[in-house]
């Protein structure tokens, strides 16, 4: 089975290429308003990683359709899965434990593996993730446990929903990266704006205190980054 891997300069898919030990990836390009970031984070890993080649694959235009803070856009994965089905038959997206997201957990990536290949002639296609154990601290500390200069790729990598800024410190996912960051006790001043302060930190705390959406582990992790921060729990 020939993998491929869906690249996107994020901390996620950067551990999945070492994890999985540097295979064949690329990059769709879906022209949302952080499409263009992401080609220079990936351009700007090249150069660290002399190992690191990703292809980058002309998408269609899913901007058009992004809801939200989020930059959420339905069915995005199922159709980023699609179109990389031509270049391997194992998709490897990277999804992890601590994910809340319709169409990037276990049960959705086997329902899309099982229609892939339905609709696929003689292939089995399997949508994969390495990564279903593992929270985003796990990861970020499988990284800085083995791989060399960790920090510095970790820290150049790029999940941000911003279009106006490379890492901006105020969206949700920017405050995942700082969250996984300050477990460790990491630097956080690549962040456009003081992540601590994010306004959605009381938003979060909310919903931690309010709801069972999320798993324990993210819960815990970022309760105590919170507090670090000097947040009132």
């Known amino acids: 089975m020939k993998d491929v891997l869906l690249f996107s300069g994020g901390i996620d898919s950067l551990s999945a290429w070492f994890y999985l030990g540097n295979p064949k990836s690329i990059y769709i390009d879906m022209m949302t308003k952080y499409s263009q970031k992401e080609i220079e984070c990936i351009k700007e890993l090249e150069k660290l990683i002399p190992d690191l080649n990703v ?13 939200g803070v989020n930059a959420f856009i339905p069915n995005r994965n199922l159709i980023l899965a699609s179109i990389a089905c031509n270049y391997g038959d194992r998709i490897i997206m990277a999804g992890i434990k601590d994910d809340n997201v319709e169409d990037k957990n276990p ?3 086997k329902k899309m593996s099982e229609v892939l290949t339905l609709i696929s002639k003689d292939r089995k296609i399997e949508v994969y993730s390495p990564f279903w154990k593992m929270s985003k601290t796990d990861i970020v500390g499988w990284m ?3 791989v060399i200069d960790a920090e510095k790729m970790l820290r150049t990598s790029v999940s941000c929903y911003s279009s106006e800024s490379l890492q901006c410190g105020d969206c949700p996912s920017c405050l995942r990266k700082a969250i996984a960051f300050e477990k460790f006790n990491l630097s956080l001043d690549f962040f456009n704006n003081d992540v601590r302060k994010c306004a959605l930190i009381g938003a979060y705390i909310k919903k931690f205190n ?12 970022s309760m105590e ?5 000097e947040w009132k729990i």
Request: hydrophobic share 35%; charged share 35%; glycine share 6%.
């Open 225 to 229: 980054a919170f507090k670090k921060w």
């Open 144 to 146: 800085l446990d083995n």
């Open 210 to 221: 309010s709801t069972k959406i999320y798993t324990k582990e993210r819960i815990e992790n």
């Open 107 to 109: 049960k959705a990536f």
């Open 55 to 67: 292809e980058i694959v002309k998408g269609i235009n899913l901007g058009q359709f992004e809801e």
